[in-house]
């Protein structure tokens, strides 16, 4: 009762302190069914917290693919550019030079380092547009404070129902929850 | 400290003496204080280089090192009035007063070499000598140079020259010399023992000396005197002569195991004679023939047609077969195994075919018995007066070095000497071993030595004086046909020297007579006429108008069949000669002959017992195994170095190493072949070998040099006949043994301006090694010391590969000298990570020392590997920089630790001809651009020049049929290429191996 | 425990029973003990890691000081130990990113528990190796002229320099490398952070995982990115070796201007690179029970491409050999003899052949390939092996080229064997902190693999299974 009575209150006045509602399940299969079901019941900013990437997790959350492919195609595209651009300036247009008798622009000789630009420009932008989209590195998070997570790192699955959803009430996403047989549900202030 | 009864002051007292004085009385004062002997002494032992100097020139200021070192000079140099020079010097194409910093001066003076000149062109920056060259005017040198006159340069700074006169090791002044030798008497127990004189100068002084003490002795010694050379002239003419060959007018040359164009007087100037008559650049031109009897090969034996391995017996066996045949009544030896009939009978008619026209020489260390038979041939075949010419002695007096150091000693030992005066040479160290000179100086009162470095015999003696270099006094000194050159100083003597002249005069009770003064009073006696005009002229030319030594016509030779030939009959005998980089020991000290590669063996800082694969099998031994050499009752232990084309049972033990007291450079470097050297056996002796225990690493920069096998199939050496060439005069096989087609992806670079390339005429190069130590000198080449080049990183910027052709017991000799190619498509420069090789716009393959950070690729990927690196600091940088590095040419960076370098065809002389013909406004002439390689060379075996300009010399050469690229298959587009070697060998004798290797 | 060769078991990439729990519990253990009850073996371990990383120390302040003459380096031969010890270490990297990306492309899943440490080698071989070129320079503290960008006088390094490309090509690989290892880490650092046991390691590792919260949103960008960049290494790692053997191939030097050098390189890397990673892994799952993670099938697998590789890099020698005499051109030919025969160092050419060709062949035995301490020989005989091949390719050629004038020998100094041994102390070190400091398997992929064999019930090698079935049922 207690518990819910807070819940009221943080519904009535603390209601933009609240960051969500959090689930805890000891399954991963609990945790598959409770986030179709949330789908299904409307849910939409919701997310889930697992030590180990769960294969469809995200489509059964409603996620969208991600865009990093084409942006890591465009950077790739950007270096082989740069890579031959800044040989081919160096050696035909700032300071052409006679070396071995050899052509200014002697492009095969480019290849090679064209190539390492390419790999080099496309796996940075691949490694930090994921850590930058992730909002990482991140000092605090709010899903921090929930109780146990730190078992989401270990052996225990987190589904979070955030409060900025437009159907978000505390006591029905509550009773939502609790149906789907978690260890706990818990209030997470933002 | 010295302990007389004249004390040395101290510091203290010479502050006390001038705290006393004040204002400007207080400079003069010290120069006062300066000019006593006792504070001269005082410096020579506190401050041993400051002393110099104060000797020396006060005013000097050429040297800002040597001022500002103590309190003192520093004072005296601050406060001083420049004063003009005392005596002129006069420049060569400038006068001082045009003076342009950064541009040198020179000045033609001579080095004398054995008592003979040879004329050179001193290059001075800021009055600082740097570089020599050959003087175009001088007879003996003609513009050539040797290794050693080069390498002089390094000597005249070395900081460990005797830097003050010392009395027993204390230092002492000038006048108290001239004091100890006040009292002379009637010079009856007083001896003067110079070296060979030539110097008009000296030979007045002497006979002077001689007037005023009639009973004076002088005697001459220098081991590497030809004296068989001065007593067969006598037992051929009755009469001492000075005897010319001229190998410009002789078509057939047989050399009796003479090395003419490396050692004995005129060396150069019959080096350039005999190669002008071997310049092949198509099948038309005409070739003399060289047959050659040698005991060990030498320079001479590479140019050879007919090459005979004789062992000293031997060559006085073929002299003798020779004029037996040739109808001359001729002493009897036995005639040596090797000559076969065919080989003589073939000579015969070669020398009976050009009479009038041939030439016989006789070796520089030959018998005299041999001398004088090679004179009856050249008279027998009417070469008197044609291709030899007879002339007034050139020496002062000609004679038996030998017999005249033997009388001295006699004397010495007999105690009739009170004063012995030694004007130069170390005979402590070079007198024969039986003569032990040593000993007998310790019989004579008072010895006084002068000499470049306090040596042995200054050790020994009780007066050491230092010497003067032959860039820092006046003299007066002939060449080998006379022509005598007034030599004048470059810079005031660097660690304060005395002349010989100097010396004489002070025996002559004249302490103060100055070089310059008693130079020209000899020359005053001679010249009628506007003596000034003359001495102006004369010096500046560096040589005196038709000073040569009047010829003597109409000598026959009287009959020499009672002359006693060596008869031979040793299975084994030693061969004693000078060393072809230290001479009689005289440089060994200079770090730049210790490194230079000997010819053939390539051995560098150290001599060994040379001999043939043949008797290494019989002895038992391997290189660098140790022989126990016993020869005139002495034992030496020396390492082996088996060398192919020395004659069997011949060990050939170079002279001038194992100086006691040499410096820190030469001191301990090889063995000591003066302990086996006899009076009476002084170049050949019967000698006893055993093998000895331990090994003795030798550093040759040469590993490989047979041609057999795979050298054979790389073409690089590419050598025929005359017969060859005029087989096939268009595209000779020879040349090109493969088909070469240089196809390439990529359209050249056009170069419209200068396209400096190089021509090397190996059929002409003897290997003499002159071009790596001038290129050495110009480029500030360091040496890197016998460990380093044990590990190979010796860092010469031009070497000279040697090659055998044949088998290896009658192997022909091939030389090839190589430096940067310049391939207009270079391997080395792609593969540089920072671009610190690459070309300019002139085709130079040019290095950038501050670029360079030292990856080694370009070496890797240089096929000649032509590259050398500073793997340490080989250099010396201003921060341990001693007084050699004034030697330094200044137009030429000095490379640090880490960079790469190599040849870069002397970009500062392409430089310099560039501005000078930018300035007025032509191109650059073909000439005008000498490298110091091609300047050095006295051969004329490289041509260096102008690729674009088609009348250039090097253009030409490109064009002859005998032009190839070593390597061409690798298409890298050479700049410098190479003319086939050539020889001319007699129709009758099978061929020698032709074709490519 | 004893491990029954040829059983289903250690046909697994990892043994069933392991719940996440476990999986942390086994891996995260030994790292988050604390600094008193640190393994004995470790402690002996780091120490003479150490004590080789002084005698690198001292060894490069000398060759500052001194010059690169204390090497035996001279004219002709101007790259020796330095280059030799070079491509050997960088070799060894390779086998790392090729576990790690190749087999995760090629989803072999069997990689998961030891792309962890392999990862580690690779980055830690590229550091031994990247400062040899460094060291190695005639003036060492100006390298970096070599980076692209115009010096005072407007000049730009030399890109036509095979010097310059592995400039490029080892900073692309370095740097690649530290991302994909750091990116592979960040779950598991977020699992030490929340099993922390003391506030340092909970500060410590909670930086480290830069707040990592295990999201299934970013769990699959996280999945994407990890992908790519396996995609992008896998071409990197193959151009990175294929780049150094140019330094060879483009020559002019007979006996390095041959095309078969890039691939025969990046073979002869592969094949290094497997030994290496057998002598850590074989003491490794020792010294921390891992035998359930890195089981018998790991090892069999890692032999088996050991055979493979090692016979194409004899492949290679065979072809040099042939290419010689097929050139026509006498400095080929003469320098192949050489090699093989030449009177100074022919004995380095029959033992490489004995270490990389003879010593592999019992490879072909299952009985052998599943012996770790035979497997742990044969690895220690062809590093040896590869050390030689390179011995053999950069200094005995460089003795003997075109001018028989200029031809020399080779004989290294302290300092070369010094510095090679020090690489060793650098390598060791950074690897001991490593397994001390850093779970050397990663734990958030085994605990997939893990609820994949448990729940799913599948075992994704269950054709391999039946095929020992098969052999098993044969025998």
Request: with cysteine; aromatic share 10%.
């Amino acid at each position: 009762m207690s518990a819910s009575a807070t819940a009221h209150a943080g519904a009535a006045g603390a209601e933009p302190d609240l960051y969500g509602l959090v689930a805890e399940f000891d399954s991963v299969e609990a945790l598959e069914t409770a986030a179709d079901a949330a789908r299904e019941a409307g849910y939409r900013s919701m997310d889930a917290y697992t030590p180990y990437p769960v294969e469809g997790l995200d489509e059964k959350l409603g996620m969208e693919p991600t865009r990093l492919g084409w942006v890591v195609l465009a950077a790739g595209i950007a270096g082989a550019l740069l890579g031959f651009g800044m040989q081919w300036y160096a050696n035909v247009v700032f300071y052409p030079l006679n070396i071995g008798g050899q052509p200014l622009n002697s492009w095969p000789q480019f290849i090679i380092i064209t190539f390492e630009m390419t790999v080099l420009l496309s796996a940075f932008t691949a490694g930090l547009y994921m850590l930058g989209r992730n909002g990482l590195p991140r000092y605090h998070h709010p899903i921090f404070s929930t109780p146990n997570f730190a078992a989401a790192s270990r052996d225990r699955f987190f589904l979070c129902i955030e409060a900025r959803d437009a159907r978000f009430d505390p006591t029905a996403v509550r009773t939502f929850l609790e149906k789907h047989g978690p260890v706990r549900v818990s209030e997470v202030a933002s | 400290m010295s302990d007389d009864a004249n004390p040395t002051p101290t510091l203290q007292s010479i502050r006390e003496r001038l705290d006393g004085t004040k204002g400007r009385t207080f400079w003069k004062g010290l120069d006062e204080v300066a000019d006593t002997d006792a504070f001269r002494s005082f410096m020579a032992e506190e401050f041993p280089r400051q002393a110099a100097p104060l000797e020396s020139s006060l005013h000097r200021r050429d040297f800002l090192k040597l001022l500002g070192a103590s309190l003192a000079l520093a004072g005296l140099s601050a406060c001083a009035r420049p004063e003009a020079p005392h005596d002129k010097i006069v420049p060569y194409v400038e006068t001082p007063e045009q003076m342009v910093p950064g541009r040198p001066l020179f000045f033609a003076t001579a080095i004398s070499d054995g008592g003979y000149a040879e004329g050179l062109l001193a290059e001075s920056h800021q009055g600082r000598p740097t570089k020599v060259e050959g003087n175009p005017d001088h007879p003996a040198s003609q513009g050539a140079t040797s290794a050693v006159s080069q390498a002089t340069v390094l000597t005249l700074y070395d900081p460990e020259r005797s830097q003050a006169i010392s009395e027993g090791g204390a230092a002492r002044g000038w006048d108290q010399l001239a004091a100890a030798l006040s009292d002379l008497g009637d010079g009856e127990r007083v001896a003067v023992l110079t070296e060979t004189v030539t110097s008009p100068t000296l030979a007045r002084q002497i006979a002077e000396l001689k007037d005023a003490y009639p009973g004076l002795r002088w005697h001459q010694y220098d081991p590497t005197h030809a004296d068989g050379a001065v007593l067969g002239a006598r037992e051929a003419f009755g009469r001492d002569l000075t005897v010319v060959p001229h190998f410009d007018r002789a078509d057939v040359v047989l050399s009796l195991d003479a090395d003419f164009v490396q050692t004995g007087p005129g060396r150069l100037a019959h080096a350039k004679a005999f190669a002008a008559r071997r310049r092949v650049r198509s099948a038309d031109d005409a070739m003399n023939r060289l047959w050659m009897a040698e005991s060990a090969p030498a320079n001479t034996g590479t140019l050879a047609d007919h090459r005979l391995a004789l062992d000293p017996a031997g060559v006085a066996g073929l002299a003798a077969a020779v004029a037996e045949r040739l109808g001359v009544a001729a002493p009897s030896a036995p005639r040596p195994a090797a000559l076969e009939d065919a080989w003589l009978d073939a000579l015969i008619d070669d020398l009976q075919e050009h009479r009038g026209s041939s030439l016989v020489v006789a070796g520089h260390d030959q018998p005299a018995a041999v001398h004088a038979l090679t004179h009856a041939i050249n008279d027998a075949l009417g070469n008197l007066g044609e291709t030899v010419t007879l002339h007034e002695p050139v020496e002062a007096r000609p004679e038996s070095h030998l017999d005249s150091l033997r009388d001295l000693v006699a004397a010495m030992n007999g105690g009739e000497i009170g004063t012995l005066v030694i004007t130069g040479g170390n005979p402590v160290y070079t007198a024969p071993a039986d003569l032990d000179f040593a000993a007998a100086m310790d019989r004579v009162d008072t010895t006084v030595h002068l000499g470049l470095y306090r040596d042995e015999t200054g050790m020994r003696a009780d007066w050491h004086v230092p010497e003067t270099h032959h860039l820092e006094s006046w003299s007066d000194v002939r060449a080998f046909d006379g022509t005598a050159t007034i030599a004048q100083p470059l810079i005031r003597p660097f660690y304060g020297g005395r002349s010989p002249h100097e010396l004489l005069a002070l025996l002559a009770g004249d302490p103060d007579a100055s070089a310059h003064d008693l130079v020209r009073a000899t020359w005053r006696e001679r010249i009628d006429g506007d003596f000034e005009a003359f001495w102006r002229r004369a010096v500046h030319r560096g040589a005196v108008p038709d000073s040569a030594a009047p010829s003597v016509d109409g000598l026959s030779v009287s009959d020499v069949s009672g002359l006693n030939l060596p008869q031979g009959g040793n299975d084994l005998v030693l061969l004693l000669r000078p060393d072809p980089s230290l001479g009689d020991g005289r440089w060994a000290n200079n770090g730049w002959l210790q490194e230079l590669p000997k010819p053939f063996s390539k051995l560098t800082w150290d001599n060994a017992a040379l001999l043939s694969a043949r008797t290494a099998e019989r002895l038992n031994v391997r290189n660098e195994d140790r022989l126990e050499l016993t020869a005139s009752g002495r034992t030496l232990t020396a390492p082996v170095w088996i060398q192919p084309g020395m004659a069997d049972g011949v060990v050939l033990l170079h002279l001038g190493f194992g100086r006691d007291a040499a410096g820190r450079v030469g001191a301990g470097v090889g063995v000591n072949a003066y302990r086996l050297r006899a009076s009476d056996a002084p170049i050949v002796a019967p000698l006893a070998a055993a093998k000895a225990s331990g090994r003795t690493r030798l550093a040759s920069t040469q590993l490989h040099q047979a041609l057999a096998g795979t050298g054979e199939r790389r073409h690089i050496v590419r050598h025929g006949t005359v017969a060859d060439l005029q087989a096939e005069p268009d595209h000779p096989t020879f040349v090109h043994p493969v088909a070469h087609h240089d196809y390439d992806l990529y359209e050249n670079f056009a170069y419209d301006g200068s396209a400096w390339g190089m021509v090397v005429d190996m059929t002409v190069c003897t290997g003499c090694n002159a071009c790596v130590t001038a290129c050495q000198s110009e480029n500030n080449v360091p040496i890197v010391g016998k460990d380093q080049v044990l590990v190979g990183r010796e860092m010469h910027w031009i070497r000279v590969d040697a090659y055998y052709g044949g088998s290896v017991d009658d192997p022909d000799f091939y030389q090839m000298p190589m430096a940067c190619q310049h391939c207009e498509k270079a391997p080395c420069e792609p593969v540089c990570p920072v671009g610190a090789t690459l070309h300019d716009h002139e085709g130079l393959n040019v290095m950038v020392y501050n670029r360079c950070v030292g990856t080694r690729y370009c070496s890797n990927n240089c096929p000649y590997k032509v590259r050398t690196f500073n793997y340490l600091q080989y250099a010396e940088l201003s921060s341990n920089a001693t007084e050699q590095s004034l030697a330094a040419n200044p137009d030429v960076t000095v490379r640090s630790r880490g960079v790469m370098e190599k040849c870069t065809y002397c970009t500062q002389r392409i430089s310099r001809a560039r501005i000078q013909a930018g300035n007025e406004d032509r191109k650059i002439r073909d000439g005008e651009v000498v490298t110091a390689c091609q300047a050095a060379c006295p051969t004329d075996a490289i041509v260096f020049g102008d690729l674009n300009d088609e009348e250039s010399r090097v253009a030409q050469d490109k064009r002859s049929v005998l032009n190839y690229a070593v390597l061409e298959e690798l298409n890298t587009v050479p700049r410098t290429t190479y003319l086939a070697h050539v020889r001319n060998p007699h129709p009758a004798l099978a061929e020698r191996g032709t074709g490519a290797a | 425990m004893g491990v029954r060769s040829g059983s289903v078991e250690t046909q697994r990439a990892i043994r069933p029973g392991y719940d996440p729990a476990g999986i942390d519990d086994t891996v995260n253990a030994p790292v988050l003990v604390g600094v008193g009850r640190t393994a004995a073996w470790w402690w002996i371990g780091f120490g003479i890691s150490l004590a080789l990383l002084g005698l690198y120390l001292a060894s490069v302040v000398v060759l500052v000081t001194q010059g690169v003459g204390i090497f035996g380096n001279n004219q002709p031969v101007a790259w020796a130990m330095p280059i030799i010890n070079f491509v050997w270490w960088i070799g060894i990297g390779h086998a790392g990113t090729l576990i790690s990306a190749a087999l995760l492309l090629f989803r072999q899943p069997w990689r998961t528990s030891i792309n962890r440490f392999a990862e580690a080698m690779t980055i830690f071989a590229v550091v031994c190796a990247g400062l040899y070129p460094i060291l190695h320079l005639g003036r060492p503290w100006v390298f970096y002229w070599l980076l692209p960008y115009p010096n005072t006088y407007g000049l730009f390094p030399n890109f036509r320099s095979p010097l310059d490309w592995d400039l490029f090509a080892i900073g692309t690989y370095a740097s690649v490398s530290v991302l994909f290892w750091f990116i592979g880490l960040i779950p598991d650092l977020a699992t030490l952070r929340d099993q922390s046991r003391t506030r340092a390691q909970r500060i410590l590792y909670g930086i480290l995982c830069l707040g990592w919260t295990g999201s299934a949103k970013a769990w699959q960008r996280y999945q994407r990115a990890y992908l790519l960049l396996a995609a992008l290494s896998f071409p990197l790692v193959l151009s990175v070796h294929s780049t150094i053997a140019m330094d060879f191939a483009v020559s002019v030097v007979p006996g390095w201007n041959n095309t078969v050098m890039p691939p025969y390189f990046v073979a002869g890397a592969v094949f290094a690179g497997f030994a290496m990673v057998l002598m850590l892994a074989i003491p490794l799952r020792k010294a921390f029970h891992l035998e359930g993670m890195i089981t018998m099938r790991h090892l069999d697998n890692a032999a088996k491409l050991m055979l493979a590789t090692g016979m194409i890099v004899v492949y290679g020698y065979f072809v040099e050999l042939f290419d010689a005499y097929y050139s026509g051109l006498e400095f080929e030919r003469f320098m192949a003899l050489n090699r093989v025969f030449g009177a100074d160092h022919w004995w380095a050419f029959w033992l490489l052949i004995a270490c990389n060709l003879v010593a592999i062949q019992p490879l072909w035995l299952r009985s052998v390939r599943q012996n770790p301490w035979a497997l742990f020989g044969i690895s220690v005989i062809v590093s040896i092996g590869m050390w030689l091949e390179r011995f053999v390719i950069v200094a005995i050629t460089l003795t003997k080229d075109f001018l028989p004038s200029a031809w020399g020998g080779y004989v290294p100094t302290f300092w070369d064997w010094s510095l090679y041994a020090g690489s060793f102390g650098l390598f060791g070190t950074l690897f001991f902190l490593f397994i001390r400091l850093l779970p050397s398997i990663a734990t958030s992929e085994m605990k997939e693999l893990a609820h994949h064999d448990a729940h799913h019930g599948s075992d994704p090698f269950e054709e391999i299974r039946q095929d020992v079935h098969a052999k098993e049922a044969r025998s």
